[in-house]
T-cell receptor
């Protein structure tokens, strides 16, 4: 069964600083990996996903993530934080090759952006 | 296109009362999911449907919880009787192709049981 660990329940950065949200996964087969974002009082929306091919994946709002198989990681980054990036971020994994199509979500990381 | 629509957005009820949460998936989406989000347990999958048929309800916490999907455009999650520990945000999500893993979420129903 697949699982996801997000390191740090809260990450605080200054506006303009680098954003790094960490995600490690456990999967017995090549996984599909996702980052979702949840703004206050809203549902989750897909930020980006990795299925196959290029390991560096670009998403909306300037975010990107890199799949590193050797490290079983899929960390989310953004070069320069904006106040509007303040939200909850969820990493998720699925194993379609293993028959587990439904994403399993991590506990989430709250991104706080200071002016 | 309208997104996933959930109602009510907020519900406050007293312990022992019946609660019904509603969801309208995106038209054409064959899969519908119910999730529960709490501080303690994060985002948990309760049940999901394919073509209105429940496929996996192993996440439903106990018999007080039930979910139905009478047609392709409507689903309900019912809690009877409700308890304070059921307080959470309940999300409905849908997708056309489960293989993509991309789910489209509603804005959630925040339930408070006093």
């Amino acid at each position: 069964a697949q699982s996801v660990t997000q390191l740090g329940s809260h990450v605080s950065v200054s506006e303009g600083a680098l954003v790094l949200l960490r995600c490690n996964y456990s999967s017995s087969v090549p996984p599909y990996l996702f980052w979702y974002v949840q703004y206050p009082n809203q549902g989750l929306q897909l930020l980006l996903k990795y299925t196959t091919g290029a390991t560096l994946v670009k998403g909306i709002n300037g975010f990107e993530a890199e799949f590193k198989k050797s490290e079983t990681s899929f960390h989310l980054t953004k070069p320069s934080a904006h106040m509007s990036d303040a939200a909850e971020y969820f990493c998720a994994v699925s194993d379609p090759g293993g028959g587990s199509y439904i994403p399993t979500f991590g506990r989430g990381t709250s991104l706080i952006v200071h002016p | 296109d309208a997104g996933v629509i959930q109602s009510p957005r907020h519900e406050v009820t007293e312990m022992g009362q019946e609660v019904t949460l509603r969801c309208k998936p995106i038209s054409g989406h064959d899969y519908l999911f119910w999730y529960r989000q709490t501080m303690m347990r994060g985002l948990e999958l309760l049940i999901y449907f394919n073509n209105n048929v429940p496929i996996d309800d192993s996440g439903m916490p106990e018999d007080r919880f039930s979910a139905k999907m009478p047609n392709a455009s409507f689903s309900t999650l019912k809690i009877q009787p409700s308890e304070p520990r059921d307080s959470a945000v309940y999300f409905c999500a849908s997708t056309k192709d489960r293989n993509t893993g991309e789910l489209f979420f509603g804005e959630g129903s925040r339930l408070t049981v006093l």
